[in-house]
């Protein structure tokens, strides 16, 4: 009745209740079929629960440990005390006049400044980046390659390296049907991929990494994938992510060899996603750029491979996630969709100027001689020490679980083992319409307070199940979370049994 006479009221005073535009009948088809399971439903109890917990409400823990995402200072690492110094004097140039700062500090700062319009890290830059940046990431390019040129008008400053994997796949992506551009991507994968090509409407060409032999590539598979889905769309790019996310492998150079040979022969654009390419723990094993193999290959290949390889200042040892930094480097693209590329990226004006800031940082840090070298060397080291450390660690402990097979972290902040779920428990998964690795993650999470993404998410061999958790949390932290994991999966196993 009070809904009828409000009616009624509305229409007498004339107004009509009208229907939305946006709805999600009628919104962008292709946003909904998104997903990113890294901050997935998951992570949303995971807030819930941290909020009960601060308004007094008991648990049978006392605080939620995050280790679903690669957020490493959230998780504790201390940033590097030079970039800061670094950042602080170009956000504040009054304090180029404090003497606490060293001298080093303060010439990078005032380079960096000069070279902003306005000398203000306010103003906006160059929509591919700040030159003098851009020169110094391709002179860092040509050291780290072993003096393979770098031209700086190949360089694109990014916001962070999402943002140049989301600018190269609007490039790539094209046609209708059975001509519609397919890009083929790891299983498993990092899900900034299968959401980007979902939100594209490209088509996903899964190929398999192999368990068994530490999550390695294989040509076979490779081949398998693209020729299935030449019957369906049109592949025309190639995803690599080395070293491995969610899994951890460093790739031989012999692989990324036969990988760039594949994409010659099958005409693939490559992109080569290398924001870890500090980040290797494993004895034996060495991080080799797409780039410089490319260029010890020869001319047959080096001048006719299009490849796109992107970094990022918030991996490896900086974790600086929040500055969204990064850039991308091109090679034997067309100058004609080099414009176009240029065009695209000026729609959004430019990269955050203090992440191009900090990713000049990164390129050109301390060297041998100067005030803050000595210190920069230090915490550098140790943080990756430490990150050595604990993926040897977490290894180590997940191993001793009967049920769970953790493969060794050679590389990046992740784990991502194999787990047996009871039949049982798979059966009441699929009851609740939950994905088994879903229903033992969420139980987790609700009986333990450790948050960790499952495997579905990034998708596995049909019949497996698998969760990531980072290596990020301090050692302390690391081996109570190791040990909580240990006693659930113990205890979900007999409860299941």
Known sequence: ??????QQKMSENGVVPRAKVLTIDTMNPTVKNVEYAVRGPIVARAVELERELSEGMKKPFAEVIKANIGDAHAMGQQPITFFRQVLALCSYPELLNDSTFPEDAKSRAYRILQSCGGNSMGSYSASQGIDSVRQDVAHYIERRDGGVPCDPDNIYLTTGASDGIMTMLKLLVCGEGA????????????PLYSAALAELGAVQINYYLNEEKCWS?????????????????????????NPGNPTGQVQSR???EDVIRFAAKERLFLMADEVYQDNVYAEGCQFHSFKKVLFEMGPEYSNTVELASFHSTSKCYMGECGFRGGYMEVMNMDDEVKAQLTKLLSVRLCPPVPGQALMDLVVNPPQPGEPSYDNFIKERTATLSALAEKAKLTEQVLNTVQGISCNPVQGAMYSFPHITIPEKAIKEAMEQGQQPDMFYCMKMLEETGICLVPGSGFGQKEGTYHFRMTILPPIDKLQILLIKVKEFHQKFTQQYS
Do not use: F, K, W
């Open 254 to 256: 012999q692989c990324i």
């Open 179 to 190: 001509t519609r551009t397919g890009v083929m991507i790891s299983i498993p994968q990092y």
């Open 217 to 241: 590539l294989d040509i076979s598979e490779l081949q398998r994938a693209l020729d299935e889905a030449r019957h369906y769309c049109s592949p025309r790019a190639l995803c690599i992510i």
């Open 1 to 6: 009745l009070a809904a009828s006479s409000g």
